[in-house]
């Protein structure tokens, strides 16, 4: 197989996700809000795919049981099925908002999945109302109720305009050495910067956005093409790149053989 294409069978959040960037007001904590209408119950495999990103995921069950859940930056891929019919909210943190609105280091949450209520951050406060509103009245609460239970100081956000540097400047620097030197940082504050801010170091950070970028590209273009442009050295480097992720090689992955299906992630405790 030389083209990767993705087959009706293998589903993915990113596929069914509406996305857009948040209001003005919430930019600072908040970078991306996305929607996933309420999706019926799929016998076929559902795929998260792994994001280096913290977020609040507001869920609501066709039956009306509502969750405000914290969702901590993913590092590898997962395989489910739908049991019941749910929706969602996704409300992605900015990197270095984490410490500032959960009360807790983004590292502290990787690969983890908390209730909103019992995090130690302000963000805590809100969590009885999040999860009373209709979906499409929690950015207008936010928008006037998030500024009133956040302070911050000088140094975090500084931090936070920092990472967001970092993020944005990542794909194209040749290495974090020179990332950190374009920054004016040292490469160790920049690693200790990523770790507590995002969860992940940026070596890390990078491999999961290449894989992402893998996944968007799918359609009849060759893989050595998809390498390349995807920053790989070549295709062996992204096929194991994509198998230590995904848990799977490219080829499996699209043409929907995956890994089984396992439970949803248990609640952690703080």
């Given at each position: 197989m030389t083209t990767a294409q993705l087959p009706a069978t293998v589903v993915t959040g990113d596929d069914l996700e509406y996305r857009m960037p948040a209001p003005e007001a919430l930019r600072p904590w908040i970078t991306e809000i996305g929607h996933i209408p309420t999706v019926s119950i799929w016998s076929e495999p559902f795929t998260h795919v792994p994001q280096a990103?913290?977020?609040?995921?507001?869920?609501?069950e066709a039956s009306g049981q509502r969750d405000a859940l914290v969702v901590g930056p993913r590092t590898r891929a997962t395989y489910a099925r739908a049991k019941v019919s749910a929706g969602c909210?996704?409300?992605?943190?900015?990197?270095?908002?984490?410490?500032?609105?959960?009360?807790?280091?983004?590292?502290?949450?990787?690969?983890?999945?908390?209730?909103?209520?019992?995090v130690p951050g302000?963000?805590?406060?809100l969590a009885g109302a999040l999860s009373e509103l209709d979906l499409g009245e929690v950015v207008p609460y936010l928008e006037e109720a998030l500024p009133q239970h956040l302070s911050e100081d000088s140094t975090r956000?500084?931090?936070?305009?920092?990472?967001?540097?970092?993020?944005?400047?990542?794909?194209?620097?040749?290495?974090?050495?020179?990332?950190?030197?374009?920054?004016?940082?040292?490469?160790?504050?920049?690693?200790?910067?990523?770790?507590?801010?995002?969860?992940?170091?940026?070596?890390?950070?990078?491999r999961i956005d290449r894989v992402r970028q893998v996944i968007a590209a799918a359609g009849n273009t060759p893989w050595s093409v998809i390498a390349s442009a995807t920053g790989y050295y070549d295709q062996s480097h992204m096929t194991a790149d994509f198998r230590a992720i995904m848990g799977v090689p490219?080829?499996?992955?699209?043409?929907?053989?995956?890994?089984?299906?396992?439970?949803?992630?248990a609640l952690a405790k703080i």
């Open positions: 990103v913290t977020a609040i995921v507001l869920r609501v909210l996704r409300l992605r943190l900015a990197p270095g908002a984490t410490q500032p609105l959960l009360g807790i280091p983004a590292a502290d949450l990787t690969d983890r999945v908390f209730r909103l209520q019992d302000p963000a805590a406060d956000r500084a931090h936070r305009h920092l990472l967001g540097s970092a993020v944005a400047a990542l794909g194209a620097a040749p290495s974090v050495r020179d990332l950190a030197a374009d920054l004016a940082v040292s490469e160790r504050q920049l690693r200790n910067l990523f770790t507590a801010g995002i969860g992940v170091s940026p070596k890390h950070y990078a490219p080829t499996a992955f699209f043409r929907g053989d995956v890994p089984a299906p396992t439970p949803c992630q």
